[in-house]
């Protein structure tokens, strides 16, 4: 018997503008499974149902596969999470868009020298080719965009210190009118936006990520009409600049990534004029250590990073690591913990992780929902253990 609020396969189906076969294929493929089953098999969706498949839907339309959008999406996803991820596409829209531009304009020039000279440009047939081949960076960079989002969510709704991490960090900067500032790793370039009332007016600020994608984030974020800001996408461990050519070099949880962290610092220094400054950040072992108890209690397989990244560049080990090309090494540290009341923000948080949560958590999704709404109905408190470095060129 049908239930109010719900419809059939076929009202679903002519909802949402496709066919029933389509329905049942996303539910066979444990996408979208419906929400109500009778005894005798009938299947039944709810309004839920359709604001899950409205996403799978546009994930689709954007270029994803079905394996891509199966780890993508989690049952019973509220509205907060959806409206994040709606954010999300939006951007990688634009981003689309102007990667469609691009391919356009290649085509226009290339085909307009076939017309002029009468043979093929190859140069610019390869520039078409590196054109057409985004498609897959930008879908990494969807990905990657959406977990630094869910972090940062985390920790600006329940940090205890009111301050904020990035205000704090760029106070540790010292930045002053006339400085030449190189920031490696800038990602969306949300710590300038954070503090852009506060910066002086004559300074000169490259933004640097090796991802193309996150720079058109930080464009955005910081506006491209204010020419205090430049950006330019290139690997750290070849910084392209000549010696002596900043005041400050910002580093923001970015060294411990770094595969050749000595060739990073020596070039990082090289860039550096005397007495120029590096502010590096990084974080200690005991930071957010319970979130990691948290999954193991659930399922002791899981693990929610592949590496222990302060292990290579952390508060415990930083000093040593940098007083081999810097001097006047601080150490700086961030007062603050969590103290989470809500589980989808923190579930949102795991999800994001570069471990194998995922492998264990999404086919079991209700349960895990259920075991941190436990956890955090009280209030679920996370230690934070970060901070940074704040230290000068040493001269050779």
Aim: with cysteine.
């Amino acid at each position: 018997m049908k239930k109010p609020g719900y419809y059939s396969s076929g009202e679903f189906a002519k909802m949402a503008h496709i066919s029933v076969r389509t329905v049942r294929y996303y539910d066979k493929q444990n996408i979208l499974k419906p929400s109500y089953v009778t005894e005798s098999g009938a299947r039944f969706y709810s309004e839920a149902d359709l604001a899950r498949l409205q996403q799978i839907l546009l994930l689709k339309y954007l270029g994803f596969s079905l394996e891509d959008i199966r780890n993508l999406l989690v049952e019973d996803i509220d509205y907060k999470m959806l409206r994040n991820s709606l954010n999300l596409q939006q951007k990688l829209i634009v981003d689309r868009i102007e990667q469609m531009q691009l391919v356009a304009k290649a085509i226009a020039d290339t085909t307009e020298a076939i017309d002029k000279e009468q043979e093929i440009d190859w140069s610019q047939m390869l520039n078409l080719i590196h054109l057409t081949g985004m498609e897959n960076s930008l879908k990494g960079q969807y990905q990657n965009a959406k977990n630094i989002s869910a972090r940062i969510r985390l920790h600006k709704r329940f940090s205890k210190n009111e301050q904020g991490w990035f205000p704090w960090l760029y106070e540790q900067c010292g930045i002053e009118s006339g400085m030449r500032i190189l920031e490696i790793g800038c990602g969306n370039g949300t710590i300038w936006r954070e503090n852009i009332s506060g910066l002086p007016g004559k300074v000169h600020i490259v933004l640097n990520d090796i991802s193309e994608g996150m720079l058109r984030d930080a464009r955005r974020e910081v506006g491209q009409e204010d020419s205090r800001f430049s950006f330019h996408s290139f690997d750290c461990h070849e910084i392209p600049y000549e010696q002596g050519a900043f005041d400050l070099v910002m580093a923001n949880h970015v060294l411990f990534y770094c595969d050749n962290l000595s060739g990073v610092l020596g070039e990082i220094r090289r860039v550096l004029k005397p007495g120029g400054r590096l502010v590096c950040s990084t974080y200690g072992i005991s930071h957010m250590q319970e979130v990691t108890q948290l999954v193991q209690s659930f399922n002791s397989q899981i693990v929610l990073a592949a590496e222990r990244l302060y292990e290579r560049f952390g508060m415990e080990n930083g000093e040593a690591l940098l007083s081999p090309y810097f001097t006047d090494i601080q150490k700086r540290e961030y007062k603050d913990e969590l103290f989470v009341t809500e589980a989808e923000p923190l579930i949102e948080y795991i999800l994001s992780c570069h471990g194998n949560q995922n492998q264990y958590i999404l086919d079991r999704y209700k349960d895990f929902r259920n075991f941190v709404e436990k956890k955090t109905r009280k209030g679920f408190r996370i230690t934070k253990c970060a901070g940074a470095f704040v230290c000068n060129r040493r001269e050779k």
